[in-house]
């Protein structure tokens, strides 16, 4: 792997600019039957691109090399072939690819499943004797699952217009896994096994039929030949846990593992233990555990405190994981203390530790995380509200440049893990349903007070920011809550729900439906009063919107709509739009994004600091303003 080359020196770039550009790896990924080769995404060349990695020589490959970048991608068994996922420009329709193991980028790839056309991907599992279990998912067809054999046409064994998605193969190949919303629930999946023919073997719905939201989630079947063990997700006392499930024995083995907050696993190479990956109030950590020991054998993996973003166990034992925290940059360790994966190049500079809030809202306590700048030393601040998409996600306490930028520049930011956001049990994340977005901003605005009583943040330089769902909150924010903001930065956000929902990827028509609890012709009154859309008109604070033309979550079109409206009354926005999808895997596209909203705070909050040198646009694309 070499490094990017054309770069500024470092000592010419801003700290927050180097956190950006500093080299960054995944987790590596490495084939069940070849341990030694693995795959991994890094960013060495200043756009994100999957390599190939033989642990046996050291040698590390490029495998894929694209305008807009690669990030989906997986081994085969074998190891011999690299499976990746080619879409336009980050518009996430699109069809596998195989290329070998061996050669550069220039080594060919051609299509994995000849005979299937481009889809949303719904999942993939692929065999010993290289059989393909692919999901996709299209507009008109819902949902397909297809068992592809090399050198056959696929076939299809699974049809249904509700999402699903393809879980895992069993290592005999003989048993498939998938997780389907068939009862109408795209929050709570229940799971099916079947033969590679189609043929049921067996059902498990917590949901009973979609009577109950408890939701099920495939971790993995055991990696033994001939067992028939699933390791499955459950809600059933409330948060996530696993279990073990063996749909042909027809058992089930409860876990008894007692920690608090979300519980997540997967098997040791033996299928004689468990890795379990623990997640409490932001944080998270590793422990093993032994299902046939008496006691259940819990015993800690040694991790220090922050957050483990993904861990593998390896066939000697040991454990490799993904860490960091707010103040230190991720780094791939092993549990012998030696970092595993060290990408050559500039490291990026730390950032400032979070500190723990909660405060009281009108659902339960909410916990939010909040970063100060080292100088001055007390507030108030300008502040900036960074709000987390998903929603089903959380913020932790994880490296993450954007917010560190912004506490570079003399800004403190806080970020809220509202109602909707998992981490917090069930009922945290069911929460959100019908009155979407406004349940969200009453916790927002809990925090938003405490952060203003406690002089924390200057409440005339509050900024409401964030993306994707982070995004379509801050415009409704601004249009629900005008006096309470003095800027607002969305990018790719829901702006205008009734269109987005009509124009977006299938599995998120299911979503919303689950949400809103129907579509926008059977519920128009939740999707009205859930939109930005329809407040836009109260939107007094100054608005940055930033937009992919490609982008099938966010679609362009919504977003035009509402930019319409804000020129229409000549409101003061801007909008920059950008030749990618959800966002972009480009690293000077990302950079130029942050400059663009540090820029546009300064513009037109009094007494911040300048956001730095550098263009603020580029050749062939347009930043629009509107407004005085």
């Not at 060495?44 to 990695?53: K, P, R, V």
């Not at 998605?165 to 069993?170: A, E, P």
């Not at 696993?265 to 379990?276: F, K, N, R, T, V």
């Not at 409490?280 to 422990?287: G, I, V």
């Amino acid at each position: 792997m070499t490094e990017a080359t054309g770069s500024p020196t470092t000592a010419s770039v801003p700290l927050w600019e180097q956190r950006f550009r500093a080299p960054r790896v995944s987790l590596p990924d490495w084939a069940e039957d070849a341990p030694d080769r693995a795959l991994f995404v890094s960013n060495a060349t200043g756009t994100y691109e999957l390599y190939a990695w033989d642990r046996a020589s050291g040698e590390q490959r490029q495998v894929t090399d694209r305008p807009n970048g690669t990030t989906d991608g997986v081994l085969t068994p074998d190891g011999e072939a690299v499976w990746w996922f080619d879409d336009t420009d980050g518009d996430e329709f699109g069809v596998w690819m195989s290329r070998p193991f061996h050669g550069g980028v220039d080594t060919g790839s051609a299509p994995a499943a000849p005979g299937l056309g481009p889809s949303h991907p719904a999942g993939l599992a692929i065999g010993r004797d290289n059989t393909a279990v692919i999901g996709r998912s299209t507009d008109e067809d819902g949902t397909t699952v297809h068992v592809v054999r090399p050198g056959t046409a696929p076939v299809e064994i699974y049809r249904h217009r509700e999402s699903a998605g393809v879980g895992d193969l069993s290592h005999d190949g003989t048993l498939i896994a998938l997780e389907h919303t068939e009862h109408g629930d795209a929050m709570h999946s229940a799971l099916r096994v079947v033969r590679p023919d189609g043929t049921t073997v067996a059902e498990l719905d917590d949901t009973e039929g979609g009577t109950k939201e408890l939701g099920l989630a495939v971790l993995g079947f055991a990696p033994v030949a001939g067992d028939t063990r699933l390791l499955v997700g459950h809600q059933r006392r409330g948060r996530w846990e696993p279990m073990i499930w063996d749909p042909v024995a027809g058992t089930e083995t409860d876990l008894a593992i007692d920690l608090p907050g979300d519980v997540g696993a997967e098997w040791y190479p033996d299928g004689s233990a468990l890795l379990i990956e623990h997640g409490f109030e932001a944080r998270s950590e590793l422990w093993r555990y032994e299902p046939a020991a008496s006691d259940g054998r819990l015993v800690r993996v040694d991790t220090p405190t922050g957050t483990v973003s993904g861990a593998t166990a390896r066939p000697d034992g040991t454990v490799e994981y993904l860490w960091s925290s707010a103040a230190e940059p991720p780094v791939v360790r092993s549990t012998t203390g030696a970092v595993v994966l060290d990408p050559p190049g500039a490291k990026a500079p730390a950032s400032v530790p979070v500190e723990d809030v909660w405060v009281d809202g009108p659902g339960g306590r909410i916990h939010a995380l909040v970063q100060r700048p080292a100088a001055p030393a007390e507030g108030p601040f300008p502040t900036v509200f960074e709000i987390h998409g998903g929603p089903t996600w959380h913020d932790s306490d994880a490296f993450a440049a954007g917010p560190a930028a912004w506490v570079d520049h003399g800004y403190a930011v806080v970020r809220v893990n509202y109602r909707g956001s998992t981490g917090y049990g069930r009922a945290w994340t069911d929460a959100l349903k019908h009155r979407v977005g406004l349940i969200e901003l009453e916790d927002i605005a809990a925090v938003r007070e405490w952060a203003v009583k406690s002089g924390l943040a200057d409440p005339a330089k509050l900024v409401l920011a964030g993306g994707s769902w982070g995004g379509y909150l801050t415009l409704l924010g601004l249009g629900t809550q005008p006096d309470d903001w003095a800027l607002g930065l969305a990018a790719v956000p829901v702006a205008d729900y009734v269109t987005a929902y009509h124009d977006e990827m299938e599995a998120l028509k299911a979503m919303d439906r689950t949400l809103l609890g129907g579509t926008p012709e059977e519920v128009p009154e939740r999707f009205e009063a859930s939109s930005p859309l329809t407040y836009v008109d109260a939107v007094r604070a100054p608005v940055y919107i930033s937009a992919g033309v490609n982008d099938p979550r966010c679609p362009i079109r919504q977003v035009e709509n509402y930019v319409d409206r804000l020129k229409a009354r000549d409101a003061v926005h801007e909008v920059y739009r950008y030749d990618a999808g959800h966002g972009s895997l480009v690293v000077e596209e990302r950079i130029k994004q942050v400059r663009l909203e540090l820029d546009f705070a300064r513009r037109h909050l009094s007494g911040v600091s300048p956001a730095g040198p550098g263009d603020l646009g580029g050749p062939g694309e347009e930043v629009a303003v509107g407004g005085a």
